[in-house]
């Protein structure tokens, strides 16, 4: 052996053979690491679809249900709050719901975004950087909009929607607030994280 | 070298033990580089002589360092990273453990003072060329420095479990869910769920214990080795290495680390501990900058405060972030469009000229509008605010001018520094303001400056009449 020449070329190939199944073996041992940080199992069962009750919620009120970890917010528009979404097509930038259609559910896609046009369903997370928006339901002139009609403000960042969740043009936040996938059981009971088709 | 050869150690100053001493350490030598790591670092490590009252703030991050990790550790102790329980642990810290306000203040106070320091430290650099060669390493290291500071610092925000760290992290987090593609994916899994939640905090309490920390640590040391190797920079700018004794071979204008700069630092460190303690005793919360009002509500993921800002040293760039409207791009995409006539107008060879024109089209392809834009104006200011933070790291290469200190550049380059550190307060102050059509404004004019002050350096620096640097070092 030791009187053997040194062969460069093959120490060369040993050496690159080496490196990388080391390296393979190296990026093969990061996954399981790298897989431990997705969500756990029990996250992700956690996503189970919940009821609200919305037979006593006044005209004009709103409630809160948690879905997911996040806050669904459901308002009783008024006849006048519906009049103001109305109002407000020419002040959003996608009245229509046509952007990124999966944040609305087809059987929501209206000009007022709901089921019922009195009852409106929608995630109360900002799409900019995921704040909740503050409800500031009253038209008036505000700060952020003397000509307010009402609506949705988010304090992060100043986007604004309207009632039916729409988002204003020229503001941080892209997109219309996703609609949750939901469904009336009756009367006065929703389902929300499950939908009928076109229920 | 071998063991062997090292010479035996003696102690010079008169004691009864000396013999004892010299023993053991010339033992320990022989086995250890332990005089050698002593002479390089400490006694025999040349320091220009012209040290101003800038050149504390390196000495004073150190002294931060070390009381955040001694502080830490003994927080850890008591803290419990439960969504359940993280909120209560921290109050139980503060009126239950003995001494727990203290460490805790100390700690919390600590964040602040070290963001400080640090901005002190990168403003010292800025003034004196010190990132400029041989020491574009040092300065990329040092800015390495200051991302995982703040990594750190983000994270342990969120263990708290108040309002503000859940939405500053909620919010934080969807940053990275704006890069398109990958986005979306990648934020559920540093998330571990669909919302900031108790796996988040979980991990977020693992990165702030310990993964960070040990980059933290590690940094430093290559922070420090690097500049211990080409020799530390001074006001004046020039290199103390060209004029050299010619009895000792040391530099003329240096002096040892030890004694002189330690006990200098040693002042340094005493006077920021009093300013540091005042603080910590009567205004901890300082009228909620350094400990935000809304961070003494437990998190509440269904109700966002009515005002969310970041700590103050965030601030800054989050302003640039919320600067980046619709409105805004047509604004950008002129910027961009100058810029590279600018290119075009005084580069050299063509081959520039036309990468800078085809990488212009490219941008504002992307940020064309208002009716489609190819890329929404959000991931454009997450995208700028992400450069706000990372474009330091160009210094090096972008500074042309023929001196290093601002003691020997023009008014140019003094205005324009001047202007930088302006728009970085203004965008600081902004940042922890709620939104009004003005600010956004103000906040936009500012955002511009900000990034002029990078992007056309190499041209004012350049134009810039400089005045002639020393041989030696002055004062």
């Not at chain 1, 490196?19 to 940080?37: H, L, T």
């Not at chain 1, 503001?171 to 059981?185: F, G, I, Q, R, S």
């Not at chain 2, 330690?262 to 910590?280: M, S």
Request: charged letters at 15%.
């Amino acid at each position: 052996m030791a009187d053997k020449e040194l062969d460069p070329g093959k120490r060369r190939f040993l050496v690159a053979a080496t490196s990388v199944a080391g390296g393979i073996a190296g990026a093969g041992a990061a996954v399981p690491f790298v897989a431990s940080m997705l969500p756990s199992e029990r996250a992700k069962a956690a996503g189970a679809p919940v009821e609200a009750d919305i037979g006593s919620l006044s005209p004009g009120e709103m409630m809160r249900v948690e879905w997911r970890g996040k806050p669904v917010w459901i308002v009783r528009r008024t006849r006048e709050m519906q009049e103001s979404v109305k109002a407000s097509d020419n002040k959003v930038a996608d009245p229509k719901s046509e952007r990124h259609r999966e944040l609305t559910p087809d059987y929501a896609r209206n000009e007022l975004r709901s089921i019922k046009p009195e009852f409106l369903v929608v995630v109360g997370i900002c799409t900019h950087l995921g704040c909740s928006p503050v409800d500031k339901f009253k038209a008036q002139p505000e700060a952020f909009d003397a000509d307010w009609k009402g609506g949705f403000y988010c304090p992060c960042h100043g986007s604004l929607f309207d009632l039916a969740g729409r988002v204003y043009k020229n503001k941080p936040a892209p997109d219309n607030l996703p609609v949750p996938p939901h469904a009336y059981l009756s009367e006065s009971r929703i389902l929300i994280g499950e939908g009928g088709k076109g229920a | 070298m071998a063991a062997a050869e090292k010479q035996p150690v003696t102690i010079t100053c008169a004691g009864p033990l000396n013999g004892a001493l010299s023993a053991f350490l010339t033992w320990v030598d022989q086995r250890f580089p332990l005089m050698s790591l002593w002479r390089d670092h400490l006694a025999e490590y040349y320091a220009p002589k012209n040290f101003n009252f800038w050149y504390y703030f390196g000495s004073l991050a150190m002294l931060v360092l070390v009381l955040q990790i001694v502080t830490g550790i003994f927080l850890t102790m008591h803290y419990k990273p439960d969504a359940a329980q993280a909120f209560a642990s921290v109050e139980y810290i503060m009126r239950d453990v003995p001494g727990g306000w203290i460490i805790r203040y100390l700690h919390s106070t600590g964040a602040s003072f070290f963001f400080i320091v640090v901005y002190l430290h990168m403003f010292r650099g800025l003034l004196y060329g010190s990132y400029r060669k041989p020491r574009e390493l040092i300065w990329i290291l040092g800015m390495l420095i200051y991302l995982c500071l703040m990594a750190e610092a983000f994270f342990g925000y969120l263990l708290p479990w108040g309002q503000m760290s859940y939405w500053g992290a909620q919010v934080i987090v969807n940053l990275f869910d704006a890069i398109p593609w990958v986005g979306p994916t990648l934020a559920i899994w540093i998330r571990g769920d669909y919302v900031v939640a108790d796996a988040t905090l979980n991990r977020f309490f693992s990165f702030h214990v310990i993964a960070i920390p040990l980059l933290l640590l590690g940094l430093v040391a290559a922070h420090i080795m690097a500049l211990h190797e080409v020799g530390s920079n001074n006001p004046d700018g020039i290199e103390i290495k060209k004029v050299k004794d010619p009895r000792t071979g040391h530099p003329a204008d240096g002096i040892p680390f030890h004694p002189y700069y330690t006990v200098k630092d040693t002042l340094g460190a005493v006077a920021f501990l009093i300013v540091f303690c005042v603080v910590v005793f009567f205004m901890p919360e300082f009228g909620g900058y350094f400990l935000e009002y809304n961070n003494f509500i437990p998190a509440d993921p269904l109700k966002t405060p009515a005002h969310i800002a970041p700590v103050w040293y965030f601030t800054p760039y989050y302003s640039i972030l919320r600067a980046i409207t619709e409105d805004f791009m047509i604004v950008l995409a002129l910027g961009v469009a100058g810029y590279v006539a600018l290119i075009w107008l005084t580069a050299r060879g063509f081959g520039t000229k036309l990468a800078a024109a085809v990488a212009g089209a490219v941008l504002i392809f992307f940020m064309k509008g208002p009716e489609q834009f190819v890329i929404d104006p959000k991931v454009w200011g997450v995208a700028l605010m992400g450069v706000g933070a990372l474009i330091y790291f160009l210094l090096p290469w972008l500074d042309r001018s023929p001196v290093k200190s601002i003691r020997y550049k023009g008014p140019i380059t003094k205005a324009a520094l001047a202007l930088f550190v302006i728009s970085f307060f203004v965008l600081g102050y902004l940042g922890t303001l709620s939104v009004t059509e003005g600010r956004t404004l103000t906040a936009q004019l500012f955002t511009l400056v900000y990034f002029a002050f990078f992007l056309l350096m190499p041209w004012y620096t350049r134009l810039d009449k400089t005045l002639p640097e020393p041989e030696r070092v002055s004062g």
